[in-house]
């Protein structure tokens, strides 16, 4: 079998593709999407020997039969179910330390994330400091929107008249 330190990459890569996409995951256990990501990421699925349907059969195979994770003892079965089917030229163990190489020190890789960009007409519509009339209140000098401050004018309903101008200045004018 593969060496320990092989083996310490190999649980590595297997913490980092269990925890990815999901906040709550512990790295103990890993889910089928995430099974069929690292197959996908680490080039163990080829499209011609080796499928995503055999890697969702793989992934039902190793698991129990109530459970929806496998852990990473079934991790490296189900890497042994597969490890034939992707290197068919080389015997059982040789396959299963290929295979093992392929996924070792791998972590999930973010293909397709889409950044904002602000472009043409977008930068100058989202740009406050060329915002005209009532619209520029709605913005403090930093480009913040104020809040609910910005769009409505707050009236102060304390007094015993409301929206009395001069509320708590009675007493001022009244000497005793």
């Given at each position: 079998?593969?060496?320990s330190t092989e083996?310490?990459?190999l649980e590595e890569s297997f913490r980092k593709f269990a925890i990815y996409g999901d906040t709550k995951a512990t790295?103990?256990?890993m889910n089928g999407k995430n099974w069929?990501?690292?197959c996908k990421d680490c080039k163990v699925t080829d499209g011609k020997s080796v499928t995503s349907t055999d890697v969702d059969i793989v992934f039902s195979k190793v698991k129990g039969k109530t459970a929806r994770v496998i852990n990473y003892e079934e991790?490296?079965?189900?890497?042994?179910e597969l490890a034939p089917k992707r290197f068919k030229d080389k015997s059982k163990e040789?396959?299963?330390e290929a295979i093992c190489q392929l996924v070792a020190g791998k972590e999930p890789i973010n293909v397709g994330v889409t950044k904002a960009k602000?472009?043409?007409a977008v930068e100058r519509l989202t740009d406050t400091s060329k915002y005209t009339g009532s619209h520029k209140e709605r913005f403090d000098e930093s480009g913040k929107g104020k809040g609910k401050s910005g769009r409505e004018n707050i009236v102060d309903n304390s007094g015993y008249v409301s929206a009395y101008k001069n509320a708590g200045t009675y007493d001022a004018k009244v000497k005793k």
């Open positions: 079998m593969a060496g083996m310490a990459a790295g103990q256990e069929a990501k690292l991790f490296k079965k189900a890497l042994e040789e396959a299963y602000t472009v043409g």
